[in-house]
T-cell receptor, first 114, second 111 residues
Framework: EAQVTQNPRYLITVTGKKLTVTCSQN?????MSWYRQDPGLGLRQIYY???????DKGDVPEGYKVSRKEKRNFPLILESPSPNQTSLYFC?????????????FGPGTRLTVL | GENVEQHPSTLSVQEGDSAVIKCTYS??????FPWYKQELGKGPQLIID?????GEKKDQRIAVTLNKTAKHFSLHITETQPEDSAVYFC??????????FGQGTTLQVKP
């Protein structure tokens, strides 16, 4: 089944404790991105990647890192999480760009930073 | 940069009635406008989209209209059913080539 998977689905952590949220897709998509969803703000793009070893900042990249060493994986790294990073995170992937192809979203990761 | 405003933030309708959600965008160069449905505990899923060279697109009970002059587009759901209850997001491609999302509308369809 074609899908985008994220792990973990739920995470409670404390300020400053490094964490990684994994994202994997089995559709051989080049383009992958991370969003955060906050009430009243919709989805905002954190980082995106056009292909392996190519990443770029989205609209709200501060406090996050990503890597794209393999086509299927696009982990999101929070080196020193803070409470304002408490949010619902979505990974997404697609064949081309948002203009040309449908984005497929993962199920989401709900992160709480205490 | 591009901005997308979505209204209303919540919408409650009786089963069988129509629902309309409206979005306005700021970048006149925007040319692609998708709509996503997000069910509880799931990620957003594309339900319909429209490009700037057409004014309306239909897919069964859902339709999207686009007014490029006024820079707004709308989602219309007819004969609503309880399974239409979800959060709906509009989006637009801005001059950066990235998707910019609206704030979301929580639609409740009462049986």
């Amino acid at each position: 089944e074609a899908q985008v998977t994220q792990n973990p689905r739920y995470l409670i952590t404390v300020t400053g404790k490094k964490l990684t949220v994994t994202c994997s897709q089995n559709m051989n998509h080049e383009y992958m991105s991370w969003y955060r969803q906050d009430p009243g703000l919709g989805l905002r793009q954190i980082y995106y990647s056009m292909n392996v070893e190519v990443t770029d900042k989205g609209d709200v990249p501060e406090g996050y890192k990503v890597s794209r060493k393999e086509k299927r994986n696009f982990p999101l790294i929070l080196e020193s999480p803070s409470p304002n990073q408490t949010s619902l995170y979505f990974c997404a992937s697609q064949t081309g760009t948002p203009l040309t192809d449908t984005q497929y979203f993962g199920p989401g990761t709900r992160l709480t930073v205490l | 940069g591009e901005n997308v405003e979505q209204h209303p933030s919540t919408l409650s309708v009786q089963e069988g009635d129509s629902a309309v959600i409206k979005c306005t965008y700021s970048d006149s160069a925007s040319n692609y406008f998708p709509w996503y449905k997000q069910e509880l505990g799931k990620g957003p899923q594309l339900i319909i989209d429209i490009r700037s060279n057409v004014g309306e697109k239909k897919d069964q009970r859902i339709a999207v209209t686009l007014n490029k002059t006024a820079k707004h587009f709308s989602l219309h759901i007819t004969e609503t059913q309880p399974e239409d209850s979800a959060v709906y997001f509009c989006a637009a491609i801005g001059d950066t080539g990235k998707l910019i999302f609206g704030q979301g509308t929580t639609l409740q369809v009462k049986p």
